[in-house]
């Protein structure tokens, strides 16, 4: 009688002490699980933000390029406009003397006497 008291005990503290594993591994696979799911949320908000940032990073590289191209242009043209206008003068220079040596011909050098 006392073996089978025993075994009866033995087998009562197994189921109790499987009965505890299970709902301490049940609880910790919850608490896994939800710990998956905040991390999830966050990396996709952390990826959103990064997105954002990038979206933003590229407006403004955009813009910093369009002002720069816009100034170049501007430049560009300021700088035509100046060798059109020094072209323009050296060409009448190089025309006035043309004019003026005829003009300093005729004049009469002084005699010998």
Same mark, same amino acid.
């Given at each position: 009688m006392n073996s089978r008291f025993l075994?009866?005990?033995t087998a009562l503290a197994a189921a109790t002490t499987l009965a505890a594993c299970g709902q301490d +591994? +049940? /609880? =910790? =696979?919850?608490d896994a699980k /939800? =710990? =998956?799911a905040e991390a999830a949320d966050k990396a996709k908000e952390a990826a959103s933000k990064a997105a954002e940032a990038t979206k933003e990073a590229a407006k403004e590289a955009t813009?910093?390029?369009k002002d720069a191209a816009a100034k170049a242009a501007d430049a560009t043209k300021e700088a035509a406009t100046k060798a059109t206008d020094a072209t323009k003068d050296a060409m009448k220079s190089s025309e006035a003397p043309k004019d003026a040596a005829p003009a300093a011909a005729p004049a009469e050098a002084p005699k010998k006497q």
């Open positions: 075994i009866v005990l +591994s +049940s /609880k =910790a =696979a919850a /939800k =710990a =998956a813009d910093a390029t």
